[in-house]
C-alpha cells in the first residue's frame, strides 16, 4: 500500500486554510495543565477573531484553578477532511465589558443557562495566539501560520 501524499499547501493560502478549519470545527479540544497533568476537553466558543478565540466558562470548573495556575493552553481544531489547526496561547479573564455585552448578545445559550451577564460563576477566557499552526492531513508536518494580535477597543495587549 502506498503512503498517502498530502495535498500541497500554498503558504499564501495557509492563514486562509487554517480559517477554514476553525471555522468548521464548532468544538475544539482545549488544553490544559493540572499540576504535572495535562487535561483536555471539548469547547465551545464563543467568539473569534482571527485566532484569537473566547470561550466561556464556569468559575465552579476544574479548568478555572488550572488556567489561574498555569495561563498557557492550547486549542486544537480538526475539519471533516482531517486537516489541524493547533492555537499556543494564553488565557486571560476578559474584563472588557462592552465586549463581555457583544458576547452575551449574540450568546442565547449563555443567556438561558445564566440568566445574567452578572451572574458572579460566568468567566469569559479570552485566549491570545503565540502560536499557530496549519496541518494538511497525512502531511505529518506543521507550517506555522502568520496572524496579527487582536487588540479589542479599550483592551490593552
Not at 488544553?31 to 477573531?49: C, F, L, M, N, W
Not at 465589558?97 to 458572579?120: A, C, F, H, K, S
Request: hydrophobic share 40%.
Amino acid at each position: 500500500m502506498a503512503k498517502p501524499q498530502a495535498e500541497p499547501v500554498d503558504p499564501k493560502q495557509v492563514a486562509q486554510l487554517a480559517q477554514s478549519v476553525i471555522e468548521a470545527d464548532r468544538f475544539p479540544y482545549l488544553a490544559t495543565i493540572d499540576g504535572d497533568q495535562p487535561r483536555v476537553r471539548p469547547v465551545s466558543p464563543v467568539k473569534t477573531e482571527g485566532f484569537t478565540v473566547y470561550v466561556a466558562n464556569l468559575r465552579g470548573y476544574h479548568k478555572t484553578l488550572e488556567i489561574e495556575a498555569n495561563p498557557k493552553v492550547e486549542l486544537c481544531y480538526l475539519d471533516d477532511h482531517h486537516d489541524q489547526v493547533r492555537i499556543t496561547g494564553q488565557a486571560e479573564v476578559l474584563h472588557d465589558r462592552v465586549l463581555l455585552q457583544e458576547i452575551w448578545n449574540t450568546n442565547p445559550l449563555l443567556r438561558q443557562y445564566l440568566g445574567d451577564i452578572d451572574n458572579p460563576e460566568l468567566i469569559v477566557y479570552r485566549i491570545r495566539p503565540t502560536r499557530v499552526r496549519f496541518m494538511r492531513e497525512w502531511a505529518l508536518e506543521y507550517i506555522d501560520v502568520p496572524f496579527e494580535p487582536v487588540v479589542s477597543v479599550g483592551t490593552p495587549l
